[in-house]
């Protein structure tokens, strides 16, 4: 082994260590949504995708409730075996997304860096307060961000079957998929100004996954008053 190597090695135990103490260092979970999120997963191992979620009853999931992080809960029900305790799966099932974040991360550090620095990358985030604290959070947007280093890393190498796979799932995972449709755009548009290519693949691969997703929704119509509400009239 390389001493680069085995900085690498240490580093990447390190920060899992790290983001196993800040899960397990506290009984309760991060912020309000985890409690939602793997409440939402227990309905869906116990009802399936089709309920009225008369819990909310001043908000439109009262009559149109749509599970806009449904790859997400899907992810999550295994984790429900694992303990009576719902805080305690949420607890479990937050340190395998954010290992998978943290794993991802470091595939597409390795495609491009030494390991001495693909060390660094990896251990400078956890500096950031305020990453550290959002991934803490038991949120889909964990494996949202999953979703958009992959799809970034697909469009950059014009891997568009894989990219279509990313773009298929990300609807289904978090109302934050327009950012991919984006992202493509701007890398098609640096492609054309560093090489004089277009890869017109990318983008009507990534638009017309992301749109059979959204149509092959279990909850749709209903998941189109999510996209609305979030995507569209928050921003």
Known sequence: L????????IVLAAVIAYCLFI?????????????????????????????NFRWAQFSTFKDSFSDKDL?????????????????????????????CFI?????VLKKYLPNF???????L???????????AFFRPATLANIFTILGIYF??????????LIALLYPLTHLSFPTLIFFTLVCEVIRYKNKKEFFFRNIYVVV????????????????????YLNAILVP
């Open 23 to 51: 899960q397990l260092y506290l009984p309760n979970l991060y912020g309000t949504d985890g409690y939602y999120h793997i409440k939402v997963a227990s309905f869906l191992r116990d009802f399936g995708p089709n309920y």
């Open 208 to 227: 017309i996954a992301s749109l059979v997703a959204c149509i092959i929704h279990p909850n749709s119509p209903n998941n189109w008053v999510s996209i």
């Open 155 to 164: 469009i950059i190498h014009k891997r568009w079957i894989k990219l279509a």
């Open 2 to 9: 390389t001493l680069s190597l085995v900085s690498l090695i």
């Open 125 to 135: 985030p956890f500096f950031s307060r305020f990453f550290t604290i959002y991934l």
């Open 117 to 123: 620095l693909v060390a660094c990358f990896l251990l």
């Open 71 to 99: 790859i997400f809960h899907l992810l999550t029900i295994p984790f429900l075996y694992l303990s009576d305790d719902l805080v305690v799966c949420a607890k479990y099932a937050n340190i395998f997304f954010i290992i």
């Open 103 to 107: 794993l991802t991360y470091l595939f």
